[in-house]
């Protein structure tokens, strides 16, 4: 999506955004000054279940703020229609009762525009759930413009750290936007949602709880299997530390809130009107919001890393480059590489059966100290022991890593051939990562084809590139955060403004 187009869709996000609250507003004060509260039965303080509207006597408080106008019983609730009066703003308590007691009390507040709202000033009033409507409207927006940009952005380079931030945030809204549409039917006014806002971060915290701690489980035992596989090194623990730093992570808001509930000689954490609960409320909120995104984000990784593994390039090649890797001591390909000089001969044949066109394999990979031979020696060998004819092979024989292969063996291809269509074979954990080391230097016409491995070689690979996602896109993961930190210091701040001034 080029600068124009993303520019045009945050003008015009920001725009709707302001129509939709504007028209919200509106219908609110058209509507708003009449209001019908519904008290359902199971509610009142004694339990009662049947009235008829003449056994309950209905008492304002203060009269002088609003008129009732109707009262009626439904077959589980009891509707009392008022009023505000011109003029007038306040709070008042009504009350319903029998000839024996109180059955239930509640609290309206009167806005000096004259829109009358229950329980709290922000609570719920007439017309109020076309603002749950417009935040579903803008969340589906958002997905739409999420989407639009994964398709193209992935259309012309599925090897780049921006197609998985986008994956997460797509993981993100969608979750939000399905929240927010299952509200809507009981929206209760802007204090609900505001709380609705908290529990989407906590409900998706919540129900990939049970995951993350199979996850972590997992991780666990495959990185000890890749540890007695590989060798004692550093980055083998990689899954291990993510999977455990998100379980804390998870359960750090819960514990936090859980010990200051405990210093009641120090906080009130139980008095809604005191700043630690605000604070309290504040850090819990950002802290879910941040756990669910960054959950968002791994389960990005996760899902293109496999889309880039299982993808088949394009039958139009000329070339593919075969990445090498350590092999026997006796100078034959390990398991490992011989799966990636397979893969690279499957696909030929499938090139062949569907366009008839062949291929020129290029084996890359120069001689360690420890080995006797070269790694593209090593692969040339093998491909003419299974009839790859000598003259359908361009050896690379100079580089030593990934980097080099992929830059070497590019230059190698296009000496020859300026125009050619290029792939390459790896092992599948290894594609995503080779692709992204191809789009670094610049190379964006190249495709990956995986071959199958072992699955503890897997994870640490999706840990790894969801700790470069988050380094190399840094800055727009940054303003992500940015953005949640305003937007959940603005709702608390509302949340507690309410709950101090107003109630």
């Not at 077959?75 to 059955?103: F, H, N, Q, R």
Request: glycine share 6%; aromatic share 12%.
């Amino acid at each position: 999506m080029s600068k124009k187009e993303k520019l045009f869709w945050v003008i015009l996000i920001i725009s709707l955004s302001a129509i939709l609250f504007g028209i919200s507003y509106a219908i609110m004060l058209l509507t708003g000054k009449t209001y019908t509260a519904k008290e359902k039965y199971r509610y009142f303080e004694y339990g009662k279940t049947e009235f008829e509207a003449d056994d309950i006597t209905v008492t304002v408080e203060d009269e002088g703020l609003i008129n009732i106008t109707e009262q009626k019983t439904d077959k589980d609730a009891y509707l009392i229609t008022m009023t505000s009066i011109p003029g007038k703003s306040g709070s008042t308590y009504i009350t319903l009762s029998d000839s024996e007691s109180v059955i239930h009390t509640f609290k309206i507040f009167v806005h000096e525009s004259g829109i009358i709202t229950k329980d709290s000033f922000f609570g719920d009033c007439s017309g109020d759930t076309i603002f749950s409507i417009s935040i579903a409207i803008i969340l589906g927006l958002l997905l739409f413009v999420l989407i639009r940009s994964f398709k193209l952005s992935s259309k012309e380079n599925l090897y780049n750290y921006g197609n998985i931030a986008l994956m997460g945030l797509i993981i993100y809204v969608s979750f939000a936007f399905i929240y927010q549409l299952t509200c809507i039917g009981d929206y209760q006014g802007l204090l609900r949602t505001i709380e609705n806002i908290f529990d989407i971060s906590f409900m998706f915290v919540l129900y990939s709880f049970p995951l993350a701690i199979l996850m972590s489980l997992f991780v666990t035992v495959s990185n000890i299997v890749l540890l007695v596989k590989e060798g004692l090194n550093p980055r083998n623990l990689i899954g291990t530390f993510i999977g455990f730093s998100l379980i804390v992570a998870i359960l750090f808001p819960a514990l936090l809130e859980e010990f200051l509930y405990n210093q009641v000689m120090i906080v009130e954490l139980h008095n809604p009107e005191s700043l630690i609960n605000f604070i309290v409320t504040f850090i819990n909120c950002l802290l879910y919001q941040y756990v669910a995104f960054s959950e968002c984000i791994l389960l990005g990784t996760i899902i293109i890393c496999i889309k880039a593994a299982k993808h088949i390039p394009e039958f139009n090649k000329d070339y593919i480059i075969i990445l090498g890797c350590k092999m026997l001591k006796d100078g034959t390909p390990t398991k490992l590489l011989q799966g990636r000089i397979d893969r690279a001969v499957e696909f030929r044949e499938m090139q062949k059966k569907a366009t008839g066109k062949s291929i020129k394999f290029v084996p890359s990979g120069g001689k360690g100290s420890d080995e006797i031979i070269s790694e593209s020696e090593c692969m040339k060998n093998y491909l003419i022991s299974q009839g790859i004819p000598e003259s359908d092979i361009l050896s690379e024989n100079s580089s030593t890593n990934t980097y080099e292969n992929i830059k070497f063996s590019y230059d190698l291809i296009k000496n020859e051939n300026k125009d050619a269509a290029i792939a390459y074979s790896t092992t599948n954990y290894h594609v995503m990562r080779a692709g992204l080391i191809a789009s670094e230097q610049g190379i964006n016409d190249i495709e990956g084809i995986g071959s199958k491995t072992k699955s503890y070689f897997w994870i640490n690979a999706f840990f790894r590139e969801f700790i470069a996602t988050i380094v190399k896109e840094r800055k727009l993961l940054l303003s992500v955060l940015v953005i949640l930190f305003v937007f959940i210091l603005v709702i608390s701040g509302i949340y507690y403004i309410s709950n101090v001034f107003f109630a």
